[in-house]
């Protein structure tokens, strides 16, 4: 498996779409040319982060993703990449500016209003290439005025409910014809994870999400960007081996 940068993400996005971004990190050339070389050229791209999805996690879990593991196999590429952050927000925000997190200085959510970074969200919306964002609550109020289509779920105790109503409002925003590139963002492996739930179930409920993406991608012949966005903070894990070396996670990028 070849190594990536979770910050060439955005650098890659930009390029694809001829739009400036200011990172340290250049566009994965693979990845640009896997999504320049298809015919017709992709109308959509959709990043979505599946939070606490490792590298670790998704070869041990291998039969209950097999949706994930067919993208990375058949229909795609898949990279290793160090995670940036053991945090999801700061981690999601370098995601999507392409700057580690000391350069962003994101922490929380609210740090997003006042960044005076922009990401690629409200770059590419800036440019004229519609988008959308499909995250919960805290994390999308930030963003309202910024960009377009803003897809806002509740956060809640179910959190399986939680990932289908994520999963429907992505759906809804790739079938929007307008709409050009979509960040939506999965938490049910994080909160098993965190809660010592059964990750197999987790795990499957996850793949069963992206399958139902994945089909929405290729209605309109679109790229599925997929990756974690940190390790698993898992108990058992931490114990063992603590903080000092985290488990890189996947990065996959499929035509499906
Ligand atoms: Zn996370």
Known sequence: MLPCSLLQIAPTLAAFFGIPLASPELPARSILDFMNTRDPRPPVVVLLVIDSLDLELYGQFRAELPVLHALADRYGLIFSAKP??????????????????????????????????????????????????????????????????????????????????????????????EVQFVLAHLRTIDRFAHRGGDLRLAARVVDSNVQEIARAVHERRGILIVCGDHEAHLPARRALHGFASPISVPLIVAAP
């Open 84 to 177: 940036v952050s053991s945090h999801t927000t700061p981690a999601i925000a370098s995601l999507l500016t392409g700057l580690p997190p000391e350069a962003h200085g994101i922490v929380v959510s609210a740090d997003v209003g006042t960044s005076t970074f922009k990401s690629i969200l409200e770059l590419l919306d800036e440019a004229g290439h519609r988008t959308a964002a499909v995250l919960n609550a805290s994390g999308a109020e930030p963003l309202i005025g910024r960009m377009s289509h803003i897809y806002s779920v509740e956060d809640r105790e179910d959190i399986i409910a939680y990932d289908a109503l994520i999963t429907a409002h992505t759906r809804t925003a790739v079938s929007n014809k």
